[in-house]
């Protein structure tokens, strides 16, 4: 059964620090890990889709690299900014099952 | 509509009342997911259809759970007699298309339940 993990927990850090989130994977039979972002009380919005063939994403701030053989995938946060304060997921989707497999996430504060 | 749209966006519920979630998926999406969040954890499968049917519920947690979207559009996740147990948030996406290759799901807001 796949689980993933995701470290730290929570994270704390002052405006405009570069900063990495981690997620780990027990399956490397993955198609794809995705990168969502949550909001108190939202739903999650997707921010970066990583194919089992790629090896990192980039959008705006955002790069995500995907490492499948070893199971780990970092989100790289640049000059963060109180804006991007929110809950980050990580999740996997693999096997024959056509489901997301979640880690627990990380809770990001970025202090003004 | 623009987005995937869930309600309500909040319920309670007394310890054994019946209760009915509503999804409204993008239109056009052929797929659509129940995932069901604790307090602190990420989101859990529930159940996943394709169109009308019903292809996999191996996440329903007890038969007091149940799914249904009878037209290949909307969807309602029942939950009868609740526990304490089941108070999460409840959130669904769509997704367009069905084949193994990977299509991105969207996700509504959710619908927080809370069960007392």
């Known amino acids: 059964k796949q689980e993933v993990t995701q470290i730290p927990a929570a994270l704390s850090v002052p405006e405009g620090e570069n900063l990495v989130l981690n997620c780990s994977f027990t399956?490397?039979?993955?198609?794809?890990l995705q990168w969502f972002r949550q909001d108190p009380g939202k739903g999650l919005t997707s921010l970066l889709l990583?194919?089992?063939?790629?090896r990192e994403q980039t959008s705006g701030r955002l790069n995500a690299s995907l490492d499948k053989s070893s199971g780990r995938s970092t989100l790289y946060i640049a000059a963060s900014q109180p804006g991007d304060s929110a809950t980050y997921l990580c999740a996997v989707f693999s096997g024959s099952a056509r489901q997301l497999t979640f880690g627990s996430g990380t809770q990001l504060t970025v202090l003004p | 509509g623009a987005g995937v749209s869930q309600s309500p966006r909040y319920k309670v519920a007394k310890r054994g009342q019946d209760v009915a979630l509503r999804c409204d998926p993008i239109?056009?999406?052929?797929?659509l997911f129940w995932y069901q969040q604790a307090l602190g954890q990420g989101p859990e499968f529930l159940t996943y259809f394709q169109n009308e049917a019903q292809l996999d519920k191996s996440g329903l947690p007890s038969d007091r759970f149940f799914a249904e979207r009878p037209e290949g559009s909307v969807s309602t996740l029942k939950i009868q007699r609740t526990q304490q147990e089941d108070s999460a948030v409840y959130l669904c996406a769509s997704s367009l298309t069905t084949g193994f290759s990977y299509n991105e799901q969207f996700f509504g807001p959710g619908t927080r339940l809370t069960v007392l």
């Open positions: 239109s056009g999406h052929v797929s």
């Open positions: 399956d490397s039979a993955i198609y794809n």
């Open positions: 990583i194919q089992s063939s790629q």
